[in-house]
T-cell receptor
Framework: TQLLEQSPQFLSIQEGENLTVYCNSS?????LQWYRQEPGEGPVLLVT?????EVKKLKRLTFQFGDARKDSSLHITAAQPGDTGLYLC???????????FGKGTSLLVTP | NAGVTQTPKFQVLKTGQSMTLQCAQD?????MYWYRQDPGMGLRLIYY???????DKGEVPNGYNVSRLNKREFSLRLESAAPSQTSVYFC??????????????FGPGTRLTVL
């Protein structure tokens, strides 16, 4: 059972465009993390959101945690080729300990 | 700091052969993890070690064994490799239960092909 559903699965855009990717679940998460993975490398943590409704910004990336803590979104403004990669959301649900990962959104930004 | 290191980076095995994937972290983290990543399947947890001296099964443990050698090192062993174990394997570490969010730091991965 996939606890976290990410959409879209693939996204190809041109440099300068804006985009939003989504991470949805029917479960409540105590916190939710976003990672970026570049080809041939391991995932790297971008941000952790904790409070329902929380918004965090990392340069051109804006992360939002849903009010009910069941979903999250990542918005990228004026995408650049360096943003290319696989974006993964992950969270711990209930009283669990291990992270549950979504399958990811693969983003390609072309010049 | 090197962070999380993994060896080897690439490996080709024949069906039935055995091998051990090595992982080490220098961040004094309590918890360590092994994942596999397959196209269309995302990251799936194989085994984890919440603290030194403990190991627990994850989502896909069959065909694997692990050893938490000490606080720094966590190895993954394939006793009799099968083609279904062709994958990219990632080791990760985190501070552990004392940390609220289980934020994880990943190694660069081992690309394993089983023929």
């Amino acid at each position: 059972t996939q606890l976290l559903e990410q959409s879209p699965q693939f996204l190809s855009i041109q440099e300068g465009e804006n985009l939003t990717v989504y991470c949805n679940s029917s479960s409540v998460f105590s916190s939710l993390q976003w990672y970026r993975q570049e080809p041939g490398e391991g995932p790297v943590l971008l941000v952790t959101v904790v409070t329902g409704g929380e918004v965090k910004k990392l340069k051109r990336l804006t992360f939002q945690f849903g009010d009910a803590r069941k979903d999250s979104s990542l918005h990228i403004t004026a995408a650049q080729p360096g943003d290319t990669g696989l974006y993964l959301c992950a969270g711990v649900s209930g009283s669990g300990y291990a992270l549950n990962f979504g399958k990811g959104t693969s983003l390609l930004v072309t010049p | 700091n090197a962070g999380v290191t993994q060896t080897p980076k690439f490996q080709v095995l024949k069906t039935g052969q055995s091998m051990t994937l090595q992982c080490a972290q220098d961040m004094n983290h309590n918890s360590m993890y092994w994942y596999r990543q397959d196209p269309g399947m995302g990251l799936r947890l194989i085994y984890y070690s919440a603290s030194e001296g403990t190991t627990d099964k994850g989502e896909v443990p069959n065909g694997y064994n692990v050893s938490r050698l000490n606080k720094r090192e966590f190895s993954l062993r394939l006793e009799s490799a099968a083609p279904s174990q062709t994958s990219v394997y990632f080791c990760a570490s985190s501070e552990g239960r004392g940390s609220s969010y289980n934020e994880q730091f990943f190694g660069p991965g081992t690309r394993l092909t089983v023929l």
